[in-house]
Structures are given as structure tokens and as C-alpha cells.
């Protein structure tokens, strides 16, 4: 069983930037696929990034490419988002997914365990 807590979520301008942090509980975190997904109000929840539970392989979705990084650090379990270059389009709350040697897809019902989210607001 894993316990995901999201963090660092805010209210930002536009062009600022927020590093959200997923600290995870449990046992082998370095087994774990990690994930950012996001929801925007009324509508579905999307992929954003993932990192793979080997090696550290990253992808992004396209809207997010070359602003967002994730990356991880396995003794202290946590995953991280840093998010430069903000746009009011990325406003929503920021769930963090957890699959045990998952594949890294991008599809939510391939992550086993979520957390409670964190809401990321970007003013125009």
C-alpha cells in the first residue's frame, strides 16, 4: 500500500513558476512508475508527465514539453514537478499516481494508488 501527499500548489502569474512535490509512503518507491495528471474544472483529468520507475525515463505531454520536469529522488520518496513558464491554461489540481513497475503509460486506470491533489492557479 502506497500513500501519495501532494504539495506546493499556489497561486501564480503568468510566466511565473511552482515546483509541486509528491511524497510517498510505503516500502520500495524505487519500484514505483510515478505520474502527474491534472484536472481543469469541468473537465476531464489529462496527463502530464511520468517517470519511469527504472532508470528515471521521463515523458510529457505535448502542452507541457520543454516548461515541465519531473524527476524523483528515491531515498527520500518523493517525486517532483517543477513547472516554469506558466500559463493560465495550466491551471487545475495536480494529482500524483503511483504504478509498481508500471509501463509509464499515460492512461489514469495504469496508476494504482493517487493522491488528494494540489490546486495550481496561474492568473492572466
Known amino acids: 500500500q502506497v500513500q501519495l501527499v501532494e504539495s506546493g500548489g499556489g497561486l501564480v502569474q503568468t510566466g511565473g513558476s511552482l515546483r509541486l512535490s509528491c511524497a510517498a509512503s510505503?516500502?520500495?518507491?524505487?519500484?514505483?512508475?510515478m505520474a502527474w495528471y491534472r484536472q481543469a474544472p469541468g473537465k476531464e483529468r489529462e496527463f502530464v508527465a511520468v517517470i519511469m520507475w527504472s532508470g528515471g525515463i521521463t515523458r510529457y505531454a505535448d502542452s507541457v514539453k520543454g516548461r515541465f520536469t519531473i524527476s524523483r529522488d528515491n531515498p527520500e520518496n518523493v517525486v517532483y514537478l517543477q513547472m516554469n513558464s506558466l500559463k493560465p491554461e495550466d491551471t487545475g489540481v495536480y494529482y500524483c499516481?503511483?504504478?509498481?513497475?508500471?509501463?509509464?503509460?499515460?492512461?489514469?486506470?495504469?496508476?494504482?494508488?493517487w493522491g488528494q491533489g494540489t490546486q495550481v492557479t496561474v492568473s492572466s
Open positions: 499516481a503511483a504504478a509498481p513497475l508500471g509501463w509509464g503509460t499515460n492512461l489514469p486506470n495504469s496508476y494504482d494508488y
Open positions: 510505503g516500502r520500495s518507491f524505487s519500484s514505483y512508475t
